[in-house]
Structure formats: structure tokens, C-alpha cells
């Protein structure tokens, strides 16, 4: 590829960048690569300071008292608007509604139909113009008018279950290819502000699984990336001791064991009438625990697979509603396919497999889906 430069004559528009695009620009290098971006501001500060400091007067980041930088939390919201946005862009728009149930109550979706007023109604959702008009045609017309209870009339609303979501997040050596992990982090911060801005009574926590699960914050989920693979033989066995653990552990492995166990002690604390674990993996399990140990295991063995089955089956007897996500991108993995289908089957759960770019639709219907309850009042 070729360019010609020439001095600029003035006969088109110029305008410089804004921060809110620069910034953009920036978060999608944090969702591919994580807090290894940071570094780089120190190099933009130090080559171009005015756009480091446009974006620091914007409120999008900012350094702490060592002088190291770090997102804000109007850079996080940001990103995650961004994200919510885009996914909706996909002609999706109409067909994401709120959590809804054929069951009508106090909510907070109004609706066109009107109904007498009943004790315990919230007066927020009065009609005004059929109360009046009740009240008019009561009393014959005239002013000033007097309304009574009678005349008071609401707007309907539906009823809206809570949910308790769990994300386990897949963050093994080989989500680092193709842009998969970058792809499910981006749709994870679109769940976060969907739930911010629509589902404020839900639960979510995002949870990343490698050798290892952690429980990630908003800030630890944009600053995440996927463990590098740190060992290549083509046959590995290890016990890892929990309580004694060697000075070096490979963290690329995947434990969807200790994943969805992680999950159902979190769902077991949360209240909600409906629970829910959304898995997001590209590979079968390597990794799973017994006892106090960890065991690695590549290639995947029966083993591994039986016990995260029963781990799985375990979370659907206690009510966990389990929907899996099999990233398929270079080749189709029959032993993955395999793998989220038989979680399904023991589950009664759901199963798909997708490629990146088709994941967000999916995932996000499946989590709005995923309330089939009345909560009990």
C-alpha cells in the first residue's frame, strides 16, 4: 500500500480528533489486550502530552498518587455503553425488551391500559386525564372539580421477575486467537450496562475460569486478558496442591469445575426467583478440582469431563438454569461440541455454538430469557 502526502490547501474540512473518539479508540485496544495498554499512555505523554491530557480533562483517565494511569469510572461506563450500543445496532433493537412475564403487578414497564385505582396501587402511575374525566363526568361538569377515590384510575403495569446472573468467562490460553476473548469481554460489558440501565434489581457478577476461577470487577474485567500458555508438551498430568501450591503454576488451562462451582455458591446467596449461569468457553475442560488439589490434564480426558458434567448437574438441582456457548472459529471442535451439548442434556439446559461476531445476540437473549418466574411477594 501506497501514500502520497502533500501540504494540506485548506479545501477540505479539517477537524481534529475529539477525546470521546479517542478514547474509543483506546478502549478497543483494552478489550483486546487488557491492562497491558496502560504502559502505553507513558508513551503517548511523553510523544503527544496534549492528547493524554485531553483525555485526563474528560474524565477518562486519570493517575494515581504513584503517577501510574488508570480508567475512571466515567471510562468504564463509557465502554460499556459503547458496547451495549453496538450490540443493539445490530437490527436487534426491538426484540431486547425488558425481562417480561405474562403476569401483571407493580413494575416499571407502563403501559397504555388503564385500570381502577386498588389500595396499595403507586399513585406514580396515575392517569390523569381519565381520573379527571371520571370525576367530571360524576359530578355533572363545572368547576372547580373534586375527585374522589372513585374516580381514580392508574396505568397497568407488567410485572417484572428479578435474576441472579453468574458469567463464567473463559479465559484459558487459546481465547487469546482470533479476537474471541476480546469478543466475549465486549459482550459481558454490554450485559453489565444493560443491566445498569434496564435491570436495576438483578444480580450480576462476571466470573473469569482458567486454572483458576476469580470472581472480576467491572475495572478487572476491562483490564482482563486471557492467560498465556506457558507450557507446550503434548501430554500433561499435574496435581496441584491448593494449600501448598509450587512456585509456578500454568494458569492457561480450563476449569469449567471450579468455574461453575464458583457460580453456585454465588447464585446460592441471591434471593432472586431466577438463577442463572451463561458459560463462555472455545475449548472442553483440561482442569478440575479434587479435594484440595487441582488437576491438569491435556489432552481432555473422560475424567475431567465427568465430574464438571456432575458439577453441572449439581447447579441444575438447585434450580440454576445453565445456558453454554461454544466458541467454534478455525475448525469444528467435535469434542467441545460434544462436551456443551451432554451439559445440556444433563441440565436441561441450553447449548449453542457460534463464532465471535454471532456470540452477542445470543448470549444477551439467552440472559434476558432467562426468567420464567413470578417473584413472590
Same mark, same amino acid.
Given at each position: 500500500?501506497?501514500?502520497?502526502?502533500?501540504?494540506? $490547501?485548506?479545501?477540505?474540512?479539517?477537524?481534529?480528533?475529539?477525546?470521546?473518539?479517542?478514547?474509543?479508540?483506546?478502549?478497543? *485496544?483494552?478489550?483486546?489486550?487488557?491492562?497491558?495498554?496502560?504502559?502505553?499512555? @507513558? %508513551?503517548? &505523554?511523553?510523544?503527544?502530552?496534549?492528547?493524554?491530557?485531553?483525555?485526563?480533562?474528560?474524565? *477518562?483517565? &486519570?493517575?494515581?498518587?504513584?503517577?501510574?494511569?488508570?480508567?475512571?469510572?466515567?471510562?468504564?461506563?463509557? =465502554?460499556?455503553?459503547?458496547?451495549?450500543?453496538?450490540?443493539?445496532? /445490530?437490527?436487534?433493537?426491538?426484540?431486547?425488551?425488558?425481562? &417480561?412475564?405474562?403476569?401483571?403487578?407493580?413494575?416499571?414497564?407502563?403501559?397504555?391500559?388503564?385500570?381502577?385505582? @386498588?389500595?396499595?396501587?403507586? =399513585?406514580?402511575?396515575? %392517569? +390523569?386525564?381519565?381520573?379527571?374525566?371520571?370525576?367530571?363526568?360524576?359530578?355533572?361538569?363545572?368547576?372547580?372539580?373534586?375527585?374522589?377515590?372513585?374516580?381514580?384510575?392508574?396505568? $397497568?403495569?407488567?410485572?417484572?421477575?428479578?435474576?441472579?446472573?453468574?458469567?463464567?468467562?473463559?479465559?484459558?490460553?487459546?481465547?487469546?486467537?482470533?479476537?474471541? *476473548?476480546?469478543?466475549?469481554?465486549?459482550?459481558?460489558?454490554?450485559?453489565?450496562?444493560?443491566?445498569?440501565?434496564?435491570?436495576?434489581?438483578?444480580?450480576?457478577?462476571?466470573?473469569?475460569?482458567?486454572? *483458576?476461577?476469580?470472581?472480576?470487577?467491572?475495572?478487572?474485567?476491562?483490564?482482563?486478558?486471557?492467560?498465556?500458555?506457558?507450557?507446550?508438551?503434548?501430554? =500433561?498430568?499435574?496435581? /496441584?496442591?491448593? !494449600?501448598?501450591?509450587?512456585?509456578?503454576?500454568? &494458569?492457561?488451562?480450563? %476449569?469449567?469445575?471450579?468455574?461453575?462451582?464458583?457460580?453456585?455458591?454465588?447464585?446460592?446467596?441471591?434471593?432472586?426467583?431466577?438463577?442463572? /449461569?451463561?458459560? /463462555?468457553?472455545?475449548? @472442553?475442560?483440561?482442569?478440575?478440582?479434587? #479435594?484440595? !488439589?487441582?488437576?491438569?490434564?491435556?489432552?481432555?480426558?473422560?475424567?475431567?469431563?465427568?465430574?464438571?458434567?456432575?458439577?453441572?448437574?449439581?447447579?441444575?438441582?438447585?434450580?440454576?438454569?445453565?445456558?453454554?456457548?461454544?466458541?467454534?472459529?478455525?475448525?469444528?471442535?467435535? #469434542?467441545?461440541?460434544?462436551?456443551?451439548?451432554? +451439559?445440556?442434556?444433563?441440565?436441561?439446559?441450553?447449548?449453542?455454538?457460534?463464532?465471535?461476531? $454471532?456470540?452477542?445476540?445470543?448470549? =444477551?437473549?439467552?440472559?434476558? %430469557?432467562?426468567?420464567?418466574?413470578?417473584?413472590?411477594?
Amino acid at each position: 500500500m501506497q501514500f502520497e502526502f502533500s501540504q494540506w $490547501d485548506g479545501s477540505e474540512n479539517f477537524s481534529p480528533q475529539s477525546a470521546d473518539e479517542l478514547f474509543d479508540q483506546l478502549a478497543e *485496544y483494552f478489550l483486546d489486550y487488557g491492562e497491558e495498554v496502560l504502559p502505553s499512555l @507513558e %508513551n503517548w &505523554e511523553e510523544d503527544h502530552p496534549d492528547v493524554v491530557d485531553m483525555l485526563i480533562k474528560r474524565g *477518562y483517565v &486519570e493517575k494515581d498518587k504513584d503517577g501510574q494511569f488508570r480508567i475512571t469510572p466515567k471510562g468504564l461506563k463509557r =465502554v460499556e455503553n459503547k458496547a451495549l450500543e453496538q450490540l443493539f445496532n /445490530i437490527r436487534n433493537r426491538d426484540k431486547m425488551g425488558r425481562h &417480561e412475564t405474562e403476569f401483571r403487578g407493580a413494575g416499571q414497564t407502563v403501559l397504555d391500559e388503564s385500570k381502577p385505582y @386498588e389500595f396499595g396501587d403507586p =399513585v406514580s402511575n396515575l %392517569n +390523569m386525564h381519565e381520573t379527571l374525566k371520571n370525576a367530571l363526568f360524576r359530578q355533572g361538569g363545572g368547576s372547580p372539580i373534586n375527585v374522589a377515590e372513585d374516580d381514580l384510575v392508574i396505568y $397497568d403495569t407488567e410485572y417484572q421477575t428479578s435474576c441472579a446472573t453468574v458469567v463464567l468467562l473463559d479465559m484459558s490460553g487459546s481465547m487469546l486467537r482470533y479476537g474471541k *476473548y476480546a469478543a466475549a469481554k465486549r459482550v459481558a460489558m454490554a450485559m453489565q450496562a444493560l443491566v445498569r440501565s434496564r435491570y436495576q434489581n438483578d444480580f450480576l457478577q462476571m466470573v473469569g475460569f482458567y486454572t *483458576y476461577a476469580t470472581p472480576l470487577t467491572e475495572k478487572q474485567l476491562l483490564m482482563s486478558a486471557p492467560k498465556p500458555v506457558s507450557m507446550y508438551d503434548s501430554h =500433561v498430568h499435574l496435581r /496441584i496442591n491448593l !494449600d501448598r501450591p509450587p512456585s509456578f503454576v500454568p &494458569e492457561h488451562f480450563t %476449569n469449567i469445575h471450579a468455574g461453575l462451582q464458583f457460580a453456585r455458591r454465588i447464585l446460592k446467596k441471591q434471593p432472586a426467583s431466577n438463577r442463572q /449461569i451463561i458459560l /463462555i468457553t472455545d475449548g @472442553e475442560p483440561t482442569a478440575h478440582i479434587e #479435594g484440595r !488439589d487441582i488437576l491438569l490434564i491435556y489432552p481432555p480426558s473422560e475424567k475431567t469431563s465427568r465430574i464438571t458434567l456432575s458439577e453441572a448437574k449439581r447447579c441444575a438441582n438447585e434450580g440454576i438454569q445453565i445456558s453454554s456457548f461454544a466458541l467454534i472459529e478455525d475448525y469444528f471442535y467435535y #469434542g467441545l461440541v460434544n462436551f456443551v451439548e451432554q +451439559m445440556a442434556l444433563v441440565t436441561k439446559g441450553i447449548s449453542a455454538t457460534c463464532n465471535a461476531q $454471532d456470540m452477542g445476540n445470543m448470549v =444477551v437473549q439467552s440472559f434476558v %430469557n432467562g426468567r420464567k418466574k413470578r417473584t413472590k411477594v
